[in-house]
C-alpha cells in the first residue's frame, strides 16, 4: 500500500473497547455524550439544592452555582480537546467518566465539613469565613464537572474518522449532549430531588456514569456502579443538625429544603433553606407567638372594630396565622395561598393547623391574586425565600392588583423582614406602597420586622385602642402596645416597579452594611 493511502489511516482513531475495534465505539459514543450532559446538569441543580439549607435559593447563590459550573464546563472542553488529541482512545475516556462518578458521588459528603463551617460562620458573622465557605463547596462541584466537560470534544474525536462528514458528527454529538443537558436539569428538579432527595440525587448521575464508563472498560470494572447502586439504597439521615432542640422532620420539597425543630421549651418552628429564619411557630397551649404573627390578629382592627369577614394570606407557609384566625376569629373565612403545599401538610403534622374556614391555594401569590374573584378584608404579605421577599411582590403593579381586590374599607398588611437597624427595604415598600393607596402607616414590632399598613380608607390608632378593649386579655395587652408605635411610613426609598425592582441587590447591601458595623 502507498504512503499516501497508509498515512489517513494512523490518523484516524481506533475506538479500542473490549468487542474490538470500533464496535463499541459506534453506539457507546452517543450514549456517553448524553448521559454526561445530563449528569453535567443534573449536578448543577443538585448542587444548588446542596447549598440551600446553608445559603438559601437565591439568585445570588444561583448565580455562583451557574458560574461555577459554566467556567469549569469552559475548563473541561479545553482540556478534553488538547488531551484527545494526545491519547485519542475510548478506554481513556471512560477512565476519566469514572474518576468523575467517583467525584460527583462524593460532593454531598465531602462538602459537609464546609456547610457546617458555613453556618458558624454566618451566626458570628464572619463574612470571609461564610463566602470562602460556599465556594469551597463550589470548587468541590467544579472539579467532576470539569472532567465531565472534557467528554464532548473527546468523543468527537474519536468520531470524526472522515474529515468531510466531521461537521455533521460534531453537529449531532453536540445535539445529544444538550439533549442530555435538558433531560438532566428536568429529570433532577422535577423527579430525583423532590422523590429521592439531593444526596442520592448525586449518586443516581454518579451510578449512571460509571455504568456508561464500564461499558466502555469491562465487567471488571463493574464493582464500582454495583457499589454506586448500593450506596443510593443507604440511610441519608440528618441534612443538618439542629443548633438546639431536635429535628423532628426534614424534607426536600419541589421548592425548597423545610425542616421542622422542636425547641427544649416545646415550641416548634419550620425552617426553610438555611434556616436563618422562622417561617412559622407553634407553642403549646397558646395561640399566640409572642413575636411578629400576633400583629396580623389585631392590625386589622386599624380600620374599624369589626373582625374581618374575609382575609387573604400570601405566604401561609405552616399556617401560624391561620391557626391563630380559627381560635380567635371562628367566623373569618381564610384564604391561606402557599406555593409549597408540603408546608402546609408539616403546619397541620407538626404545628397544630387547624382551620375549619380555612381554604389552601397551593399556588404562588401574585398570579392567584390576579386571578382571584373575591373581596378581602384584609391581605396579608408573608411570603419570603429567606432572605428575600419576592420582587415581583413589592411593585406598583402588585400593589394595585392588591388594592382592586380589598374590600372599601380594607387593609393590606406587607411584613418587612430586615436586618436589626436596616430600613432601606421598609422605606422602599413603604414609598411604593404609598405610591398606590393613599394611607401607608408602620408597626416596628421586632427588631428585624416591621409591619406596613395601607388602606384606601382610615386607618387610626384611636380605631385600634377601642377595639383591644374587646380582644382576649394578651391579645388586647399586644393591641395596645401597638398602637403606641404606629407611626408615619418612613421618608424616601424608590418607588419598585415590575420593570426595576432590585430587592436582592437591596437585601444583600443590606446585610454587608450590618455585618461591618457588626
Known amino acids: 500500500m502507498s504512503p499516501s493511502t497508509t498515512q489517513p489511516e494512523r490518523d484516524v482513531p481506533v475506538l479500542r473497547g473490549p468487542h474490538g475495534p470500533r464496535s463499541t465505539g459506534t453506539w457507546l459514543l452517543p450514549v456517553l455524550v448524553f448521559v454526561v450532559g445530563a449528569a453535567s446538569l443534573g449536578a448543577e441543580i443538585a448542587a444548588a439544592r446542596l447549598l440551600a439549607p446553608y445559603f438559601g435559593a437565591s439568585t445570588i447563590v444561583w448565580a455562583n452555582t451557574i458560574g461555577v459550573v459554566l467556567v469549569a464546563l ?80 473527546w468523543a468527537v474525536r474519536l468520531a470524526v474518522g472522515d474529515l468531510n462528514r466531521s461537521g455533521e458528527v460534531v453537529g449531532r454529538l453536540y445535539a445529544i449532549s444538550t439533549a442530555g443537558s435538558l433531560f438532566g436539569t428536568m429529570v433532577s428538579a422535577l423527579l430525583l430531588i423532590p422523590l429521592f432527595g439531593t444526596q442520592r440525587t448525586f449518586l443516581i448521575f454518579a ?84 413575636d411578629y404573627w400576633d400583629g396580623f390578629l389585631y392590625l386589622p382592627f386599624t380600620t374599624g372594630s369589626l373582625p374581618p369577614r374575609r382575609i387573604a394570606i400570601l405566604g401561609n407557609a405552616g399556617g401560624t396565622v391561620a391557626r391563630a384566625y380559627g381560635h380567635f376569629s371562628p367566623r ?23 382551620n375549619p374556614r380555612m381554604r389552601v391555594f397551593a399556588e404562588d401569590a401574585r398570579p392567584w391574586l390576579a386571578r382571584s374573584q373575591d373581596r378581602y378584608d384584609v391581605i396579608m404579605v408573608d411570603a419570603y425565600r429567606q432572605p428575600y421577599i419576592p420582587f415581583y411582590l413589592t411593585t406598583r403593579e402588585f400593589f394595585a392588583v392588591a ?25 422602599v415598600l413603604g414609598r411604593t406602597l404609598a405610591a398606590v393607596f393613599p394611607r401607608v402607616l408602620r408597626d416596628p414590632i421586632e427588631p428585624t420586622n416591621t409591619l406596613l399598613l395601607a388602606a384606601e380608607g382610615p ?42 425592582a432590585p430587592v436582592e441587590w437591596l437585601v444583600d447591601s443590606s446585610l454587608l452594611e450590618y455585618a461591618r458595623a457588626d
Open 459 to 500: 386607618l387610626a390608632a384611636a380605631r385600634l385602642r377601642r377595639a383591644a378593649a374587646t380582644l382576649p386579655a394578651q391579645l388586647g395587652r399586644q393591641a395596645r402596645e401597638s398602637a403606641s408605635r404606629l407611626a408615619p411610613r418612613l421618608p424616601g426609598g424608590e418607588i419598585y416597579s415590575d420593570d426595576r
Open 207 to 290: 451510578t449512571a456514569l460509571a455504568l456508561v464508563g464500564t461499558a466502555g472498560l469491562g465487567w471488571r470494572f463493574a464493582l464500582l456502579p454495583a457499589a454506586l447502586a448500593l450506596a443510593i439504597a443507604a440511610p441519608v439521615g440528618t441534612i443538618k443538625a439542629a443548633d438546639t432542640g431536635r429535628v423532628l422532620h426534614e424534607a426536600e420539597t419541589t421548592h425548597q429544603y423545610a425542616r421542622v425543630v422542636e425547641r427544649p421549651d416545646g415550641s416548634r418552628v419550620l425552617e426553610l433553606n438555611e434556616g436563618q429564619a422562622v417561617h412559622s411557630l407553634y407553642r403549646p397551649g397558646t395561640y399566640l407567638t409572642g
Open 332 to 354: 373569618t373565612a381564610v384564604d391561606a395561598v402557599e406555593i409549597d403545599s408540603e408546608l402546609t401538610e408539616l403546619g397541620r403534622r407538626f404545628l397544630d393547623l387547624r
Open 74 to 153: 469552559s475548563v473541561g472542553y479545553w482540556f478534553g480537546g488538547r488531551y484527545a488529541d494526545r491519547h485519542p482512545h475510548l478506554r481513556r475516556l471512560c477512565l476519566l467518566i469514572l474518576v468523575a462518578a467517583l467525584l460527583i458521588a462524593a460532593v454531598p459528603f465531602a462538602s459537609r465539613p464546609f456547610l457546617d463551617f458555613s453556618v458558624d460562620a454566618f451566626d458570628t458573622v464572619s463574612v470571609g469565613g461564610f463566602v470562602g465557605s460556599l465556594f469551597g463547596v463550589l470548587v468541590l462541584v467544579a472539579v467532576p464537572v470539569t472532567l465531565l466537560g472534557a467528554v464532548a470534544p
Open 403 to 427: 388594592r382592586e381586590r380589598l374590600a372599601s374599607s380594607g387593609v393590606v398588611i406587607v411584613n418587612v423582614g430586615h436586618p436589626e437597624g436596616n430600613d432601606e427595604l421598609e422605606r
